[in-house]
Nanobody, 124 residues
Framework: QLRLVESGGGLVQAGGSLRLSCAAS????????MGWFRQAPGKEREFVAA????????YYADSVKGRFTISRENGKNTVVLQMNSLKPEDTAVYYC?????????????????WGQGTHVTVSS
């Protein structure tokens, strides 16, 4: 069983930055595609970014492209989401997820393991 724990959320002003981390335990996450999703109040969970097992393939939602960067440190079983130029509409609970199937996809149904989430609030 793979356990995921997110950290790094908080309150930030618009235009600011936050760095979210996802620590994996229980087994190595190096063979998984790792993704970040978010869910704003009253809205469906949506895809944010994903990264392949080697770290060389990435995929971003259009809404965050150019502002967010996903990376991974397989030796540390950690995935990072660097969020810059934050906007109030980025306010949400951010979830880390692991996909064992190898494809870098945006569909949440491909991701079998999920963290509990970390809150991000961007004030205007």
């Amino acid at each position: 069983q793979l356990r995921l724990v997110e950290s790094g959320g908080g309150l930030v002003q618009a235009g600011g930055s936050l760095r979210l981390s996802c620590a994996a335990s229980g087994r190595t996450s190096s063979g998984y595609v790792m993704g970040w999703f978010r869910q704003a109040p009253g809205k469906e969970r949506e895809f944010v970014a994903a990264i392949g097992w080697s770290g060389t393939g990435t995929y971003y939602a259009d809404s965050v492209k150019g502002r967010f960067t996903i990376s991974r440190e397989n030796g540390k079983n950690t995935v990072v989401l660097q969020m810059n130029s934050l906007k109030p509409e980025d306010t949400a609970v951010y979830y880390c997820a692991a996909n064992p199937r190898g494809a870098i996809v945006r569909s949440s149904t491909w991701y079998d393991y999920w963290g509990q989430g970390t809150h991000v609030t961007v004030s205007s």
